[in-house]
């Protein structure tokens, strides 16, 4: 027996929306129950390759006036560099005046014009463009009113003014994603949004050219609970204080600790990877802070963040990577770091810093190496550390086992002035 058949209508439309719409026309020849079920899937995604593309175009046409869902949760579009501008416009029309909610363009290096009506949309939620060059996007008359996520994934405009228009165009905004490459078209990209809470920036270093100064960032929008910054290449960035900042992720080649002036202060769990110059003056205190993750490559800046992190609780060392979705990991690759073995002036100072005395509950290291400066510091720690609980150390994978039993006998020997810390060794 068909014990797919037996499920409930709803939970069919839910699983035909999650494959190729061309695939889930196909399941119409299974029964007759099955005959026009495609027609009220309300997610439709369709891949337009470069063969063809006529009679993909055609196809296209004929399920989207096909399609009777009341309502058209959602249309992702794969388009060939060869698809038809006109195409496009019509069935980006025909998915506004069924209430589309989500819309995505994916168009590999290519122009993509958009009809104007979508810069009006009532009903779009979330706009994904991915991999395209945006034109004749209007500077005025941009609205819309529901919109709560923009994921702009490598894809440029042809000025920073462009940019300024879209998003003063997005009153309700909460999500902004931003991938881009150096070579990039957009100089400064200027986020102005009140209403925004989540922001990531990736900038992918492409080629060898020189950034010039005009190159970067200027943030503003205070109500944000969640940054991330990833930058290969370095650039200015401008920000207002976030007083409602819970999380923060922060990767840049040189750490000018003046660009984070008091911004960051507010966070609870912070990571960085910020080389130096350091400017103590610049740190400010992060008095809510509990969790902190430590790039290997950042040692430096480890005693001067203790000083100003008075309840934290949990300190992770780890090799910096940014906390984007696996859909941005597939397009960049992996971060790659230089790896500091300096850090020894914060750990001789007499004065012990106060978060090791009253919170800090757990130390752990991922990647551990077993060099001098790391000894030293996971020493540091299980010595001045009076509240600790555990400290866990993971080593790298690639060394063997008589190393690994070598560090571990090593820091089990270190002195603890906590009786309740427990030593992991992975």
């Not at 397009?331 to 810093?353: A, L, N």
Request: proline fraction near 4%; charge should be positive; glycine fraction near 4%.
């Amino acid at each position: 027996m068909d014990r797919i058949s037996l499920l409930p209508e709803d939970l069919i439309l839910k699983i035909l929306s999650s494959v190729p719409t061309k695939f889930s026309v196909t399941t119409s020849l299974l029964s007759k129950r099955w005959c026009y079920l495609w027609k009220h899937v309300p997610k439709l995604l369709f891949y337009l390759g470069h063969s063809d593309s006529q009679r993909a175009s055609r196809l296209v046409h004929t399920f989207l006036l096909l399609n009777k869902a009341p309502v058209l949760e959602s249309m992702h579009l794969s388009l060939g560099q060869n698809g038809s501008s006109i195409d496009i416009d019509t069935w980006t029309r025909v998915a506004i005046s069924r209430s589309v909610r989500n819309l995505l363009y994916f168009r590999f290096s290519a122009t993509l014009r958009l009809p104007r009506s979508l810069y009006t949309c009532e009903t779009l939620v979330t706009l994904t463009l991915i991999a395209a060059i945006i034109v004749d996007v209007p500077l005025t008359n941009i609205c819309f009113p529901s919109l709560k996520a923009l994921i702009l994934l490598f894809v440029d405009f042809l000025s920073d003014e462009i940019v300024s228009s879209l998003l003063c165009g997005c009153p309700v905004l909460t999500e902004l994603n931003v991938s881009r490459f150096s070579n990039a078209r957009v100089k400064t990209f200027t986020v102005f949004v009140p209403s925004l809470q989540c922001l990531t920036i990736i900038d992918i270093k492409k080629g060898s050219q020189a950034q010039g100064d005009d190159v970067g960032f200027v943030i503003k929008a205070p109500s944000l609970n969640s940054l991330t910054i990833y930058s290969e290449f370095s650039w200015f960035c401008s920000l207002v204080k976030m007083p409602y900042l819970v999380k923060a992720n922060v990767k840049l080649p040189h750490g000018d600790s003046k660009k984070f002036k008091g911004c960051l202060t507010s966070a609870k769990h912070l990571s960085l990877c910020l080389q130096p110059p350091l400017d103590p003056s610049h740190i400010g205190v992060f008095d809510q802070l509990v969790s902190l993750n430590l790039c290997t490559c950042s040692l430096d800046w480890c005693g001067l963040i203790l000083r100003h992190t008075p309840k934290l609780r949990v300190l992770r060392f780890v090799l910096f990577r940014a906390n984007v979705s696996p859909k941005i990991v597939n397009i960049i690759k992996k971060c790659r770091m230089s790896y500091g073995d300096s850090i020894t002036q914060w750990e001789q100072t007499s004065h012990v810093p106060q978060c090791l005395i009253s919170s800090l509950k757990t130390v752990e290291w991922i990647d551990y190496q077993g060099r001098e400066s790391e000894k030293k510091t996971v020493m540091y720690f299980l010595k001045n550390s009076t509240q600790l609980k555990k400290v866990s150390i993971r080593s790298l994978a690639s060394i063997n086992l008589n190393e690994k039993h070598k560090m571990l006998l090593e820091l089990a020997s270190a002195q603890r002035i906590s009786s309740e810390c427990r030593l992991l060794f992975t």
